[in-house]
C-alpha cells in the first residue's frame, strides 16, 4: 500500500512530478484496500470522476500490481527495470 506522500517523491525523482497531473489517489482514499482488489480501482475511479478504465493510468514496480491494474482496464506503467517482488 502506498501513501500520496510516497507517490510524490517517486514521481519527482522520475522527472515527472511536474506534469500537470489532476491528483493522486492513495491507499488511505481507497479505505486501505489493497492494489490488488477490485474496489479500490472502483474507488479511485469514482473519486477521479473517471468512467472509463481506459482512461486510468496506473504505475508501479510490482509486476503483480501492475496485472491487477491491467486486468481491470487500466493502462499501465512498470516502473524500472526488474519487478520489486521476484528480482526478475
Known sequence: ASASE?????????G???LPWQGIIDTR???LES????SS??????IAGATDPAACLFCDD???NIQAASAFGW???LVGR??????A
Not at 526488474?82 to 528480482?87: E, F, H, K, P, V
Open 29 to 31: 482514499a481507497c479505505s
Open 82 to 87: 526488474t519487478d520489486r517482488d521476484t528480482g
Open 16 to 18: 515527472v512530478g511536474g
Open 41 to 46: 480501482f472502483e474507488a479511485a475511479m469514482r
Open 62 to 64: 510490482s509486476v503483480k
Open 75 to 77: 493502462r499501465t506503467v
Open 35 to 38: 492494489k490488488h482488489a477490485r
Open 6 to 14: 510516497h507517490a510524490a517523491r517517486c514521481m519527482a525523482k522520475l
